[in-house]
Nanobody, 119 residues
Framework: QVPLVESGGGLVQAGGSLRLSCAAS????????LGWYRQAPGKQRESVAT???????YYADSVQGRFTNSIDNAKNTVYLQMNSLKPEATAVYSC?????????????WGQGTQVTVSS
């Protein structure tokens, strides 16, 4: 098991900012694929921001230029900085890390944190 603990969610007005954190108990983020996902009520979970094992970053079109995914390896923590938030960003956000190797990844998830953006 890889416990992941998220924090930083909350209620913010449209146009505001939030920073989500995802902390692990060990150094699992430095070389493993990881990402932030969200699930809004009645919708499927979607990828928001990911970092490959090689360090390449990818963002959903809907958040490109406004969200930033980063890693602090010294703190074993991943951050999602969310700026210029829109009401459609309202969802439960979860961090994910994949351990293992391609074709046999094991997924580990945080408990999720609620983000609510009011209009």
């Amino acid at each position: 098991q890889v416990p992941l603990v998220e924090s930083g969610g909350g209620l913010v007005q449209a146009g505001g900012s939030l920073r989500l954190s995802c902390a692990a108990s060990g150094s699992v983020f430095s070389t493993n694929p990881l990402g932030w996902y969200r699930q809004a009520p009645g919708k499927q979970r979607e990828s928001v921001a990911t970092i490959t094992s090689g360090g390449s970053k990818y963002y959903a079109d809907s958040v490109q230029g406004r969200f930033t995914n980063s890693i602090d390896n010294a703190k074993n923590t991943v951050y999602l900085q969310m700026n210029s938030l829109k009401p459609e960003a309202t969802a439960v956000y979860s961090c994910n890390v994949k351990l293992g190797r391609p074709g046999s990844w094991r997924d580990y998830w945080g408990q999720g944190t609620q983000v609510t953006v009011s209009s």
